[in-house]
């Protein structure tokens, strides 16, 4: 009883963010049940993470005797330092690495770029529009909901025209590409909600363009700008698609190289190699996942809001 | 009225001293700035769209040409087996996804909302499937499906020996493997701004519906849930652009099989423009993929239409 009458104020002092809803009574029935349900969904969750993690730890002997749940009798790092070093693809057998450089070098171009750009589009739209701007950021929108193969062929003769079909500047346009609706989306909202003072202000003292985007907007627009290198980061380093049309043999992302290493294993299939490619895969995005938290649902959110 | 909107106006623009040159100057540097997004919309999201549909009526092989052979392509399309099952699959797929994908859920962000020990916790549990990507999640769960070292022969050991689940082995079954790959992926997002939605539904409607006598789960399903509108229209929407879009899971869990069971129109194109050679039929059917997105952008535009006609009447 204590506890209900106390934290009822709290309810209305915090609003919106504090959790709320059906108050919590003492340990009754209903209150299990919910503990039961949220266990045993994270439970489901937790599973192929657990999965990956103990059979990337066991020796082919022992995965073939099944307890798929089981913890390894025998712990063994052999197969990830085959994964990451020795497994082969077709002909190459150097493991992950490669595809983990390359994956890491189209990252690291191609997030600042792809946002750099967005964050220009998003201050021009909301400062400096022009005639058609709008009309032009109606197109991007609708390109956010496109099907990516509608557009991929014509892209590719396009970028073979102009000599980049397959080669590293040529993936990083084409992660500008199409990063661009839903990021400069993002910046453009976020600059329409500063006050238009600020803007007017610079106007008045006689800044342009240039310096009041780097002078002003830049400094300011550091949060959504996390936002928007998580978003990229995660994004970019999990695609697929555009890494297996667009990359071509030199640049191939880890993402396409772990799918060839695990699905064309010619002879004996190494679960055990293919888990520990598998978690080696996903560790850059988990990684900028629990850093960064909370940041990482209000980029997904900030992303979804339609214009 | 329009000579005190004009004087307004001159008003505001006056602090500066060359009002129309200046103006003319700084539009400049701003399509300089969004060359990018210039060459983007109208280059990509127009010009390329038009191209696919130009080849889409030519015999193009290898190489794009112009020898226009009318509809052909498309009678071809929908002649192929490999595509109506497609087309049919990301149906399937699409309504058991999301169906799955919104219930779920809405279901998370409700018992999440229960003033709960440990929310961040099982907020992290529940969100990371989706900072991985389709591809791993398409591996792991292929693994997990294993028919003789997965889940099945798992359960089986345990005592339960005839246990069934093993779905990617039966043509009947697969997508709905991949379907549980999906959900698993993506539900925590959808529980993220679910539960942002119900924590931003006003307090007074939850004292109301207490004073009223009106038992929680009824709030949740008939008060709070229609008063969530944009929550649910935003996760919806999300999942919806995955949906159409869906090709990494499948190519990591199924390859499109067993057969030709699991094929969906985005694996068609790729494998058309690429194995196949035939860019005029991958065109085709990159096309008609556009139609759905048209046919909800037209459904949107005459909403729009209609509701600002109502507003003018009113006034």
Not at chain 1, 140 to 156: D, E, K, S
Not at chain 1, 248 to 274: A, F, H, S
Not at chain 2, 62 to 83: A, E, H, M, T
Not at chain 2, 112 to 140: H, K, N, W
Request: charged share 10%; net charge positive.
């Amino acid at each position: 009883m204590t506890s209900e009458t106390m934290t009822a104020p709290k309810i209305g002092a915090t609003g919106a963010v504090e959790p709320r809803g059906a108050k919590p009574k003492k340990l009754t029935i209903a209150r299990v049940g919910v503990y039961a349900f949220l266990v045993i969904a994270a439970l489901f969750f937790l599973m192929p993470l657990w999965v990956m993690i103990v059979t990337s730890l066991k020796g082919l002997p022992e995965i073939r005797l099944g307890h798929l749940f089981n913890l390894p009798a025998q712990v063994t790092f052999e197969p990830w330092l085959k994964a990451w070093d020795t497994a082969c693809t077709g002909r190459d057998c150097n493991g992950l690495k490669p595809g983990f450089f390359n994956s890491l070098k189209i990252t690291l171009l191609s997030v600042p770029v792809s946002i750099v750009v967005a964050m220009i589009n998003g201050y021009a739209l909301s400062f400096w529009k022009y005639k058609g701007s709008d009309l032009l950021f109606g197109i991007l929108i609708f390109g956010a909901f496109v099907p990516y193969q509608v557009v991929i062929y014509p892209l590719i003769i396009g970028l073979s025209k102009v000599g980049l079909f397959a080669t590293l500047p040529g993936i990083v346009i084409v992660h500008t590409i199409f990063g661009m609706p839903i990021l400069t989306l993002l910046f453009r909202n976020f600059f329409a909600s500063l006050p238009p003072e600020l803007f007017k202000a610079a106007r008045v003292d006689g800044a342009g363009f240039w310096q009041i985007f780097f002078q002003i907007m830049l400094p300011m627009s550091v949060p959504i700008a996390i936002v928007a290198v998580i978003l990229q980061t995660t994004g970019i380093w999990n695609d697929f698609l555009f890494g297996t049309v667009f990359a071509g043999r030199e640049n191939m992302p880890m993402t396409v190289q772990l799918n060839n290493i695990v699905t064309t294993t010619t002879g004996v299939r190494e679960y055990n190699v293919n888990m520990a490619a598998t978690i080696l895969t996903a560790a850059v995005p988990l990684a900028v996942y629990f850093i960064s938290g909370k940041w990482f649902v209000r980029g997904i959110a900030a992303g979804a809001v339609k214009g | 009225m329009s000579q005190f909107a004009q004087g307004s106006e001159a008003a505001v623009s006056a602090p500066t001293q060359h009002p129309r040159r200046a103006r003319r100057k700084f539009n400049v540097m701003s399509i300089v700035g969004t060359t990018p997004m210039i060459l983007t919309a109208v280059g990509v999201f127009v010009v390329c769209i038009i191209f696919s549909f130009i080849w889409s009526f030519t015999n193009s092989k290898l190489f794009p040409n112009f020898n226009f052979i009318g509809f052909d392509q498309y009678v071809r399309l929908w002649k192929s087996d490999r595509w109506n099952i497609s087309v049919g699959n990301v149906f399937v797929f699409g309504i058991c996804s999301l169906g799955a994908n919104m219930v779920f859920g809405y279901l998370l962000a409700v018992f999440m909302d229960q003033r709960i020990q440990q929310e961040d916790l099982f907020r992290s549990i529940f969100l990371y499937p989706f900072a991985m990507s389709l591809v791993v999640t398409g591996l792991v769960w292929q693994w997990m499906f294993d028919p003789n070292l997965g889940i099945q022969s798992a359960v089986r050991q345990m005592g339960w020996t005839d246990f069934q689940f093993a779905p990617l082995t039966n043509q009947a079954t697969a997508i709905y493997g991949v379907v549980l790959g999906g959900v698993w992926n993506g539900v925590g997002v959808t529980m993220a701004i679910m539960l942002a939605g119900l924590r931003g539904v006003d307090s007074e409607i939850w004292k109301a519906a207490k004073i009223d006598g009106i038992p929680a789960w009824r709030t949740y399903l008939f008060i709070v849930l229609p008063m969530m509108k944009g929550a649910i229209l935003t996760a919806f929407i999300l999942q919806c652009t995955g949906v159409v879009r869906v090709f990494d899971i499948v190519i990591a869990m199924t390859q499109g099989g067993p057969g030709i069971a699991t094929q969906m129109p985005a694996i068609y194109v790729i494998q058309y423009i690429t194995d196949r050679v035939n860019v005029g039929q991958g065109m085709a059917a990159a096309s008609t993929m556009l139609l759905p997105v048209i046919a909800v952008i037209a459904l949107q535009g005459l909403l729009q239409w209609r509701s600002k006609r109502k507003k003018e009447k009113a006034i």
